[in-house]
Protein backbone atom coordinates (compact mmCIF):
# COMPACT_ATOMS: atom_id res chain seq x y z
CA UNK A 1 0.00 0.00 0.00
CA UNK A 2 2.94 2.38 0.52
CA UNK A 3 4.03 1.57 -2.12
CA UNK A 4 1.40 2.25 -4.39
CA UNK A 5 1.18 5.49 -2.82
CA UNK A 6 4.60 6.22 -3.44
CA UNK A 7 4.50 5.76 -7.37
CA UNK A 8 1.35 7.73 -7.28
CA UNK A 9 3.05 10.75 -5.84
CA UNK A 10 5.65 10.13 -7.73
CA UNK A 11 3.48 10.17 -10.85
CA UNK A 12 1.60 12.97 -9.72
CA UNK A 13 4.78 15.45 -8.95
CA UNK A 14 6.15 14.91 -12.73
CA UNK A 15 2.54 14.94 -13.92
CA UNK A 16 2.85 11.56 -16.17
CA UNK A 17 -0.95 10.13 -14.44
CA UNK A 18 -2.17 10.76 -18.32
CA UNK A 19 0.95 9.67 -19.91
CA UNK A 20 0.91 6.58 -18.08
CA UNK A 21 -2.86 5.83 -18.61
CA UNK A 22 -2.45 6.73 -22.75
CA UNK A 23 -0.06 4.09 -22.49
CA UNK A 24 -2.30 1.55 -21.04
CA UNK A 25 -4.94 2.48 -23.51
CA UNK A 26 -2.42 2.32 -26.58
CA UNK A 27 -0.67 -0.81 -26.01
CA UNK A 28 -3.59 -2.35 -24.42
CA UNK A 29 -5.36 -1.65 -27.69
CA UNK A 30 -2.61 -2.71 -30.01
CA UNK A 31 -2.51 -5.99 -27.74
CA UNK A 32 -5.70 -6.78 -28.18
CA UNK A 33 -6.55 -6.01 -32.05
CA UNK A 34 -2.95 -8.31 -32.81
CA UNK A 35 -4.75 -11.10 -30.43
CA UNK A 36 -7.65 -10.23 -32.76
CA UNK A 37 -5.76 -10.29 -35.89
CA UNK A 38 -4.09 -14.09 -35.67
CA UNK A 39 -7.15 -15.64 -33.67
CA UNK A 40 -8.81 -14.74 -37.31
CA UNK A 41 -5.97 -15.75 -38.75
CA UNK A 42 -5.94 -19.33 -37.55
CA UNK A 43 -9.97 -19.33 -37.99
CA UNK A 44 -9.85 -18.88 -41.75
CA UNK A 45 -6.98 -20.77 -42.20
CA UNK A 46 -7.42 -25.20 -41.99
CA UNK A 47 -7.75 -26.51 -38.55
CA UNK A 48 -4.68 -25.77 -36.73
CA UNK A 49 -4.05 -27.32 -33.52
CA UNK A 50 -4.79 -25.55 -30.36
CA UNK A 51 -1.44 -26.11 -29.27
CA UNK A 52 0.43 -24.10 -32.21
CA UNK A 53 -2.30 -21.43 -31.79
CA UNK A 54 -1.19 -20.73 -28.25
CA UNK A 55 2.45 -20.71 -29.12
CA UNK A 56 1.74 -18.24 -31.87
CA UNK A 57 -0.20 -16.10 -29.65
CA UNK A 58 1.79 -16.15 -26.55
CA UNK A 59 4.86 -15.87 -28.64
CA UNK A 60 3.65 -12.06 -30.34
CA UNK A 61 1.86 -11.64 -27.03
CA UNK A 62 5.34 -11.22 -24.94
CA UNK A 63 7.17 -9.44 -28.09
CA UNK A 64 4.39 -6.45 -27.60
CA UNK A 65 5.31 -6.76 -23.45
CA UNK A 66 8.69 -6.50 -24.22
CA UNK A 67 8.23 -4.00 -27.22
CA UNK A 68 6.06 -1.87 -24.85
CA UNK A 69 8.74 -2.16 -21.76
CA UNK A 70 12.16 -1.52 -23.72
CA UNK A 71 10.59 1.74 -25.37
CA UNK A 72 8.77 3.28 -23.21
CA UNK A 73 11.56 2.52 -21.17
CA UNK A 74 13.86 4.19 -23.16
CA UNK A 75 11.91 7.40 -24.56
CA UNK A 76 11.12 8.16 -20.69
CA UNK A 77 14.27 8.14 -19.48
CA UNK A 78 14.80 10.54 -21.77
CA UNK A 79 11.92 12.52 -20.93
CA UNK A 80 12.77 12.67 -17.04
CA UNK A 81 16.30 13.37 -17.58
CA UNK A 82 15.26 16.75 -19.79
CA UNK A 83 12.80 17.40 -17.27
CA UNK A 84 14.89 17.08 -14.25
CA UNK A 85 17.63 19.23 -16.00
CA UNK A 86 15.31 22.04 -16.48
CA UNK A 87 14.01 21.72 -12.88
CA UNK A 88 17.56 21.90 -11.94
CA UNK A 89 18.88 25.07 -14.20
CA UNK A 90 15.40 27.34 -12.86
CA UNK A 91 15.59 26.33 -9.35
CA UNK A 92 19.97 26.49 -9.68
CA UNK A 93 20.47 23.39 -7.50
CA UNK A 94 21.11 19.55 -8.06
CA UNK A 95 18.23 17.60 -7.14
CA UNK A 96 19.33 14.02 -7.62
CA UNK A 97 18.59 12.89 -3.77
CA UNK A 98 14.81 14.81 -3.82
CA UNK A 99 11.82 13.36 -4.95
CA UNK A 100 12.41 15.26 -8.50
CA UNK A 101 15.43 13.14 -8.67
CA UNK A 102 13.79 9.93 -7.00
CA UNK A 103 10.92 10.29 -9.77
CA UNK A 104 13.42 10.87 -12.72
CA UNK A 105 14.67 7.26 -11.67
CA UNK A 106 11.63 5.38 -10.97
CA UNK A 107 8.72 6.89 -13.07
CA UNK A 108 10.28 5.41 -16.59
CA UNK A 109 10.43 2.36 -14.71
CA UNK A 110 6.79 2.53 -13.85
CA UNK A 111 5.57 3.75 -17.18
CA UNK A 112 7.49 1.17 -18.90
CA UNK A 113 5.86 -1.63 -16.81
CA UNK A 114 2.34 -0.42 -17.54
CA UNK A 115 3.05 0.01 -21.67
CA UNK A 116 4.27 -3.73 -21.49
CA UNK A 117 1.74 -5.49 -19.33
CA UNK A 118 -0.88 -3.89 -20.77
CA UNK A 119 -0.63 -5.96 -24.36
CA UNK A 120 0.52 -9.18 -22.33
CA UNK A 121 -2.12 -9.34 -19.85
CA UNK A 122 -4.96 -8.20 -22.60
CA UNK A 123 -3.46 -10.72 -24.79
CA UNK A 124 -3.44 -13.82 -22.08
CA UNK A 125 -7.49 -12.48 -21.21
CA UNK A 126 -7.79 -13.29 -24.88
CA UNK A 127 -5.91 -16.27 -24.86
CA UNK A 128 -7.83 -18.14 -21.97
CA UNK A 129 -10.46 -20.05 -23.45
CA UNK A 130 -8.28 -21.42 -25.72
CA UNK A 131 -5.84 -22.44 -22.68
CA UNK A 132 -9.22 -23.91 -20.91
CA UNK A 133 -10.00 -26.23 -23.70
CA UNK A 134 -6.13 -27.36 -24.28
CA UNK A 135 -5.94 -28.28 -20.83
CA UNK A 136 -9.11 -30.30 -20.88
CA UNK A 137 -11.99 -27.99 -19.20
CA UNK A 138 -14.76 -27.63 -21.53
CA UNK A 139 -16.61 -24.65 -22.83
CA UNK A 140 -20.03 -24.12 -24.39
CA UNK A 141 -18.53 -22.54 -27.78
CA UNK A 142 -15.70 -22.82 -29.73
CA UNK A 143 -12.54 -21.78 -28.18
CA UNK A 144 -11.50 -20.15 -30.85
CA UNK A 145 -14.67 -18.16 -31.17
CA UNK A 146 -14.69 -17.46 -27.50
CA UNK A 147 -11.06 -15.56 -27.79
CA UNK A 148 -12.63 -13.18 -30.46
CA UNK A 149 -15.44 -12.38 -28.72
CA UNK A 150 -13.25 -11.64 -25.25
CA UNK A 151 -10.99 -9.53 -27.64
CA UNK A 152 -14.39 -7.66 -28.92
CA UNK A 153 -15.06 -7.30 -25.46
CA UNK A 154 -11.93 -5.70 -24.18
CA UNK A 155 -11.79 -3.64 -26.81
CA UNK A 156 -14.90 -2.37 -26.04
CA UNK A 157 -13.99 -2.16 -22.65
CA UNK A 158 -10.86 -0.03 -23.55
CA UNK A 159 -13.03 2.74 -25.59
CA UNK A 160 -15.79 2.34 -22.58
CA UNK A 161 -12.70 3.66 -20.10
CA UNK A 162 -11.53 6.20 -22.88
CA UNK A 163 -14.70 7.99 -23.24
CA UNK A 164 -15.08 7.74 -19.30
CA UNK A 165 -11.54 9.88 -19.38
CA UNK A 166 -12.87 12.46 -21.97
CA UNK A 167 -16.43 12.94 -20.04
CA UNK A 168 -18.04 11.40 -23.56
CA UNK A 169 -20.63 9.39 -23.54
CA UNK A 170 -19.30 6.00 -22.93
CA UNK A 171 -21.29 3.76 -25.37
CA UNK A 172 -20.62 5.72 -27.81
CA UNK A 173 -17.18 5.55 -27.18
CA UNK A 174 -17.00 2.03 -27.00
CA UNK A 175 -18.81 1.05 -29.97
CA UNK A 176 -16.16 3.68 -32.05
CA UNK A 177 -13.15 1.25 -31.01
CA UNK A 178 -15.77 -1.76 -31.32
CA UNK A 179 -16.35 -0.22 -35.12
CA UNK A 180 -12.37 -0.18 -35.49
CA UNK A 181 -12.27 -3.90 -34.41
CA UNK A 182 -15.04 -5.14 -36.93
CA UNK A 183 -12.40 -2.99 -39.73
CA UNK A 184 -9.64 -4.84 -38.57
CA UNK A 185 -11.83 -8.51 -38.80
CA UNK A 186 -13.49 -7.23 -42.60
CA UNK A 187 -10.04 -6.15 -44.25
CA UNK A 188 -8.24 -9.39 -42.31
CA UNK A 189 -11.41 -11.38 -44.21
CA UNK A 190 -10.92 -9.71 -47.44
CA UNK A 191 -7.61 -9.93 -47.92
CA UNK A 192 -6.47 -13.71 -46.23
CA UNK A 193 -9.78 -15.05 -46.35
CA UNK A 194 -9.52 -16.10 -50.06
CA UNK B 1 16.83 24.44 27.69
CA UNK B 2 16.63 26.75 24.54
CA UNK B 3 13.73 25.56 22.43
CA UNK B 4 12.80 27.36 18.92
CA UNK B 5 9.63 28.09 18.93
CA UNK B 6 9.16 29.93 15.41
CA UNK B 7 10.90 30.26 12.08
CA UNK B 8 10.00 31.85 9.02
CA UNK B 9 11.84 30.71 5.75
CA UNK B 10 12.16 32.07 2.72
CA UNK B 11 12.23 28.63 0.22
CA UNK B 12 11.98 28.53 -3.60
CA UNK B 13 10.63 25.06 -4.82
CA UNK B 14 9.48 23.56 -7.87
CA UNK B 15 5.44 23.54 -8.62
CA UNK B 16 5.39 20.23 -7.86
CA UNK B 17 4.97 18.87 -5.12
CA UNK B 18 2.20 21.61 -4.40
CA UNK B 19 2.03 23.85 -1.61
CA UNK B 20 -0.44 21.60 -0.13
CA UNK B 21 1.77 18.75 0.17
CA UNK B 22 4.70 20.46 0.77
CA UNK B 23 3.47 22.26 3.81
CA UNK B 24 1.75 18.67 4.57
CA UNK B 25 5.88 17.01 4.61
CA UNK B 26 6.68 19.92 6.96
CA UNK B 27 4.34 19.14 9.55
CA UNK B 28 4.57 15.83 9.84
CA UNK B 29 8.29 16.60 10.88
CA UNK B 30 7.06 16.91 14.59
CA UNK B 31 4.14 16.36 16.35
CA UNK B 32 2.91 19.75 17.20
CA UNK B 33 4.54 21.25 14.46
CA UNK B 34 1.93 24.91 12.61
CA UNK B 35 2.54 25.70 9.17
CA UNK B 36 1.79 28.46 7.50
CA UNK B 37 2.67 28.94 3.58
CA UNK B 38 1.97 31.73 1.63
CA UNK B 39 3.65 31.47 -2.07
CA UNK B 40 4.97 35.25 -2.95
CA UNK B 41 5.69 34.91 -6.41
CA UNK B 42 5.18 32.09 -9.28
CA UNK B 43 7.38 31.96 -12.95
CA UNK B 44 7.57 28.92 -15.02
CA UNK B 45 9.02 26.51 -13.16
CA UNK B 46 9.58 27.63 -9.74
CA UNK B 47 7.56 29.43 -6.68
CA UNK B 48 8.94 31.47 -4.13
CA UNK B 49 7.27 30.69 -0.42
CA UNK B 50 7.01 31.95 2.96
CA UNK B 51 7.10 29.40 5.23
CA UNK B 52 6.39 29.98 8.84
CA UNK B 53 6.95 26.75 11.53
CA UNK B 54 5.64 26.87 14.77
CA UNK B 55 6.22 24.25 17.88
CA UNK B 56 7.22 23.60 20.95
CA UNK B 57 11.09 22.77 19.96
CA UNK B 58 11.51 23.48 16.51
CA UNK B 59 14.27 21.16 14.81
CA UNK B 60 15.08 23.05 12.17
CA UNK B 61 18.02 20.43 10.24
CA UNK B 62 14.95 18.21 10.37
CA UNK B 63 12.90 21.33 8.51
CA UNK B 64 15.51 21.37 6.23
CA UNK B 65 16.12 18.26 5.43
CA UNK B 66 12.42 18.01 4.86
CA UNK B 67 12.21 21.11 2.01
CA UNK B 68 15.46 19.92 0.27
CA UNK B 69 14.03 16.23 0.14
CA UNK B 70 10.90 17.83 -1.56
CA UNK B 71 13.03 19.23 -4.14
CA UNK B 72 13.28 22.68 -2.48
CA UNK B 73 15.71 25.38 -1.58
CA UNK B 74 16.00 27.29 1.22
CA UNK B 75 17.02 30.44 0.74
CA UNK B 76 17.50 32.58 4.09
CA UNK B 77 15.74 32.60 7.89
CA UNK B 78 14.09 35.50 7.94
CA UNK B 79 12.86 35.00 11.72
CA UNK B 80 13.56 32.93 14.47
CA UNK B 81 11.98 32.93 17.65
CA UNK B 82 13.76 31.32 20.65
CA UNK B 83 12.76 30.70 24.23
CA UNK B 84 15.39 29.79 27.20
CA UNK B 85 12.77 27.60 29.42
CA UNK B 86 13.99 26.22 32.84
CA UNK B 87 14.39 22.59 32.95
CA UNK B 88 11.72 21.05 35.71
CA UNK B 89 11.62 17.65 37.07
Known sequence: MALLQQAKFLL?????????????????????????GLIIGFLISASTDLTIIINACLGAAIALGMSGVSSAYISEVAERKRALGKLEQAMATDLQDS?????????????????????????????????L????IPIPISP??????IALGLIFFLGVFLGRIAGISWLRSGLQTL????????????FVGH | ???????????LKPHQPNALVFSQAIAEVGIDYHVCLTVLEMDENTETLQIE???SAIDFDA??????????????????EVVNEAETG
Not at chain 1, 144 to 149: E, G, I, M, Q, R
Request: glycine share 8%.
Open chain 1, 144 to 149: LYAAVL
Open chain 1, 179 to 190: LIAVITVTLIYL
Open chain 1, 12 to 36: SITRTHDIVRRYFVVNGFDGALTML
Open chain 1, 99 to 131: THGVAARWVPLLIALVNGSAPLIISLLILMPIW
Open chain 2, 63 to 80: VQSTISSMGGSLHSIDVV
Open chain 2, 1 to 11: MVSVKRIVLDV
Open chain 1, 133 to 136: VNAG
Open chain 2, 53 to 55: VQG
